[in-house]
């Protein structure tokens, strides 16, 4: 990748170069995360510099968020106009801009309301309490059971963590939230069996909760005749239907939301990631059926506050009015080709290429030595970023302004990363 000077001073002094500043770093912020030794301060579009004035491919967006790249015009300036209007009011009042985006999201959704919060995990227990309020005055069920899938991922918090069927995210938080219990993704035998099974005691399944396309967990697509069964079940037994589509809605998958890849609807979904674009913003959907909470039984002091709402509405109008889907959809089919000849040579330790539109993962070879975090750091050095999805999946979730030539050249530098690793 070329190098650029920087046109302007960095906004924060500290560019965290030195090992210095790498250390003080640490000492104050909790090590939460694993960070790569990179610190990114500026971007352009489906670019962004570190400090030295390297340039990175971001095929990693912020983890599937900035849809509209960096440094979006419309984003600077429906940022910029919204802070000189009003940024932040609370619920107590009516939001214009709230009211707006939820329009929106209805005209663009089979979700008939909306509740607006601020992340994706936040979403997911708004979503997981409406359904046990839904099975205790709906379906009559006094110890509702959510369904949920091995190599799930919900979020952080400790409902949503226990709603995550991965165990390595519940050592050490013991107790974990009673009422969830985990299944096989795509398995539909499974699925009929354990319906069967808990129904018969005295716990009831009251919903099930699953992700179109699993995210975090190895990028897997959700099977349609799966989906459309889980749809039918959930019709014979009262059960919701409730997708989490945080990673998989606004457009990252090609249409709208994932479940149109699977011909069902949902009674409730979720959104947050790519909604506002980078803007922290969550949305909690669902069918008027169950819009059945009432005055003061969930809240968020900051959820649909019109700063968020007005970004978020401007990014969603303009993936629209850009045609940003099919854009998605061609370029999600030219990054799968690519990586699948990219495959093909390097059979020993690449298995395969899997995902819809522009979430896409590589998927190693059991028994390679290679890991997706090497290759990880390996595509760093070569100017593309790019993200690990569980420890043998890279996930490329590019901004879905990307180019045919970005495309291009994100291959071009994965392969140079590669080579660096396989001799
Ligand atoms: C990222 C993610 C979440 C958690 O979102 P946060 O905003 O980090 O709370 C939940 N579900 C899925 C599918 C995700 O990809």
Redesign the pocket.
Known sequence: MSTETLPHPPLVENPMASHEQVAAFDQTVMGTYARFPLTLIRGQGCRVWDAAGKEYLDFVAG??TCTLGHAHPVMVEAVTRQMQKLHHVSNLYYIPEQGALARWLVDHSCADRVFFCN????A?EAAIKLARKYAHTVLNIDHPIILTAHSS????TLA?VTATGQPKYHQHFSPLVPGFHYIPYNDADALRRTVVELNQGQQRTAAILL?PVQ??GGVRPGDRDYFQLVRQICDETGMLFIL?E???GVGRTGKWWGYEHLGIEPDIF?S??GLGGGVPI?AMLCKSTCDIFEPGEHASTYGGNPFACGVALAVCQTLERENLLANVEARGQQLRSGLEQVVQRYPKHLAGVRGRGLLNGLVLQEGSDLTAAAITKAAIAAGLLVVPAGPQVVRFVPPLIVSEAEVAAAIAALEQALATLIT
Do not use: L, M, P, Y
């Open positions: 983890i599937a992340s994706g995990a936040e997911n991922f919900h979020g952080r949503t992700e995210g975090e989490d945080v990673q998989t979720t947050a990631k969550g």
